[in-house]
T-cell receptor, first 119, second 114 residues
Framework: KAGVTQTPRYLIKTRGQQVTLSCSPI?????VSWYQQTPGQGLQFLFE???????NKGNFPGRFSGRQFSNSRSEMNVSTLELGDSALYLC??????????????????FGAGTRLSVL | AQSVTQPDIHITVSEGASLELRCNYS??????LFWYVQSPGQGLQLLLK??????LVQGIKGFEAEFKRSQSSFNLRKPSVHWSDAAEYFC????????????FGQGTRLTINP
């Protein structure tokens, strides 16, 4: 099975622009989560999508948004880019085997990430 | 709220030596715990996980971890490291509420001396 695929791998933007990152989950996985990784803040949860609906959200401003398509592929968008948005953005997918507390047992598999540089 | 602390930012060990990376978590109940490894320029690879049961869990690449409830710890160990183990290691926790939200520690960078 192919792993989680993120495109593009590298991206350079300027302040004020917007950017869209793409994530294709492992085949059969229905949940997609996004994380931001920076040297200062480490790995932080952005949001999670399941069945085209945002199921969980982290503490990020509204400039960060996402969506999920019917084939489980997901995109995240950052509008009005700031210098501080420079980061590695990681996508993870999981099978979502069951709901409730068992949901937490779904292992998340990560892609290689998209490195965003904002100049 | 859950939190994870990895007290060691950077550890250097010699090839062939044993390794222990520390992880402490804060959570009201028994958490689900994970160790991930990240090589430069790469994503995260799952090394092992703890959900319940036997407190000593085995993972890939010869790693193991022990869950100690009394110490709120989930330390990662390897009896003999290889140069290819040089990477950054992250401990993570997810709550039992069912959210798919991993909370990560700050990571420990492992350097291997030849």
């Amino acid at each position: 099975k192919a792993g989680v695929t993120q495109t593009p791998r590298y991206l350079i933007k300027t302040r004020g622009q917007q950017v869209t990152l793409s994530c294709s989950p492992i085949s059969g996985h229905r949940s997609v989560s996004w994380y931001q990784q920076t040297p200062g803040q480490g790995l932080q949860f952005l949001f999670e999508y399941f069945s085209e609906t945002q199921r969980n959200k982290g503490n990020f401003p509204g400039r960060f948004s996402g969506r999920q398509f019917s084939n489980s592929r997901s995109e995240m968008n950052v509008s009005t880019l700031e210098l501080g948005d420079s980061a590695l953005y990681l996508c993870a997918s999981s099978q979502d085997l069951a709901g409730g507390p068992q949901l937490a047992k779904n292992i998340q598999y990560f892609g290689a990430g998209t490195r965003l540089s904002v100049l | 709220a859950q939190s994870v602390t990895q007290p060691d930012i950077h550890i250097t060990v010699s090839e062939g030596a044993s390794l222990e990376l520390r992880c402490n978590y804060s959570y009201g109940a028994t958490p689900y715990l994970f160790w991930y490894v990240q090589s430069p320029g790469q994503g995260l690879q799952l090394l092992l996980k703890y959900f319940s049961g036997d407190t000593l869990v085995q993972g890939i690449k010869g790693f193991e971890a022990e869950f100690k409830r009394s110490q709120s710890s989930f330390n990662l160990r390897k009896p003999s490291v290889h140069w290819s183990d040089a990477a950054e290691y992250f401990c993570a926790v997810v709550g039992l509420q069912g959210a798919q939200k991993l909370v990560f520690g700050q990571g420990t960078r492992l350097t291997i001396n030849p």
